[in-house]
């Protein structure tokens, strides 16, 4: 049974910096492509980041683009989200998400297993 278990989550100022780790078990996710997804209080989970199986391919929501990072660690079953440049719109629940399939997507529907998710909350 494949777990992902996120950190790094917390109450930061705007314009502060965060780094979200998400480290797998059960599984060697070095062949999945992996994905970051938030979700804020009274809306759906939307898409953040995504990168390939290899780490060569990565794409962003316009909204965080410029500001949030995404790569993984193969060798420590572990993907990251660098965060910086916070905005009180990025409070939300991150949850990351792995695929059985090597290549990016962006849709909560191509993920086959999820983290329980870390609260980030940003005050203004």
């Known amino acids: 049974q494949v777990q992902l278990v996120e950190s790094g989550g917390g109450l930061v100022q705007a314009g502060g910096s965060l780094r979200l780790s998400c480290a797998a078990s059960g599984r060697t996710f070095s062949n999945d492509a992996m994905g970051w997804f938030r979700q804020a209080p009274g809306k759906e989970r939307r898409f953040v980041a995504t990168?390939?199986?290899?780490?060569?391919?990565?794409y962003y929501a316009d909204s965080v683009k410029g500001r949030f990072t995404i790569s993984r660690d193969n060798a420590k079953n572990t993907v990251y989200l660098q965060m910086n440049n916070l905005k009180p719109e990025d409070t939300a629940v991150y949850f990351c998400?792995?695929?059985?399939?090597?290549?990016?997507?962006?849709?909560?529907?191509?993920?086959?297993?999820w983290g329980q998710g870390t609260q980030v909350t940003v005050s203004s």
């Open positions: 990168i390939s199986w290899s780490g060569d391919s990565t």
């Open positions: 998400a792995g695929r059985i399939a090597s290549g990016v997507a962006v849709t909560t529907t191509a993920y086959r297993y």
